[in-house]
């Protein structure tokens, strides 16, 4: 098995900005919720309302996880009069959820 090297070296600590960062991200993709909404959104772009009709979820939900995954710069967004359509925004996270989704259905 190929041995996996860090951008830091393993000897060194992770900062404290670091550790809350990647422990905020494991924690969004804990959430079921949180990852339909990125599955989709790495398929496509999409406004609130699409994703609430497309994934049967109140808007209200998908407005606080899409606000959860905003702060986590997960999520970006772009104005079109007076609708704001989403995206992905990080394709490190988006690997490793296309990833985790490949390795559960391996089997």
Do not use: W
């Amino acid at each position: 098995m190929e041995e996996l090297e860090f951008e830091n070296s393993p000897s060194k600590e992770i900062d404290e900005e670091t550790l809350f960062i990647v422990t905020q991200t494991f924690k969004a993709l804990g959430d079921p919720t949180r990852v339909r909404i990125l599955h989709l959104l790495f398929q496509k772009e999409c406004s609130v309302n699409e994703i609430a009709d497309t994934l049967d979820i109140r808007q209200s939900t998908v407005s606080h996880q899409l606000r959860f995954l905003k702060n986590l710069r997960l999520v970006k967004y772009r104005r079109a009069g007076t609708t704001l359509y989403y995206s992905h925004d990080d394709e490190h996270v988006m690997l490793i959820l296309k990833q985790m989704i490949d390795h559960a259905c391996h089997s």
